[in-house]
């Protein structure tokens, strides 16, 4: 009974499970994502939502229309579609990269929502990512969101 009580608070201690990242698969992305967080898919955007409903994040992930397209070039698109202010230039997925944190207010004023947002492109898939939290959850979500984001990796498409 000690032993089982013991293993019980050891395991919450853990930092728990739902930020035990798994491998997912989206069209020709993939990346880890938590394995215990609520996913729907509407109109094509994936949701990841936390147990807690402190965070989410959306995942979009589609195909360059102009084939042969530079990595580079195809990046520079995506941010002049979205507005190129504010974009930190990154590497993720071993191809460019870009990264903005944006704060807003809640509607009713009382809490802030931080948001994550990275977009990129290897030439031949985009994607983008919008993670989003309670801006007094950011020491527990920021590093998640962080890894989320470094975990992707592209595919070998046909």
């Known amino acids: 009974m000690i032993g089982t009580v013991l293993m019980l ?42 147990p807690s409903k402190d965070a989410f994040f959306l995942l979009d992930v589609g195909a360059v229309q102009t084939a042969g397209m530079q990595p580079d070039v195809c990046l520079q698109k995506i941010l002049a579609s979205v507005g190129g202010e504010g974009w930190e230039r990154v590497s993720l997925g071993a191809n460019p990269a870009a990264k903005k944190v944006e704060v807003d207010a809640t509607e009713d004023g009382v809490d802030k929502v931080e948001t994550h947002t990275f977009v990129g492109c290897n030439g031949k898939t985009t994607w983008s990512l919008v993670f989003s939290m309670n801006q007094k959850k950011k020491e527990r979500f920021e590093p998640l969101a962080l890894k989320i984001a470094q975990s992707v990796s592209y595919s070998k498409g046909k």
């Open 9 to 50: 608070v050891l395991a919450a201690g853990k930092g728990g499970s739902a930020d035990e990242l798994v491998k997912h698969q989206a069209k020709t992305l993939s990346l880890k994502v938590p394995a215990a967080w609520e996913r729907s898919v509407e109109e094509g955007t994936q949701k990841f939502k936390a």
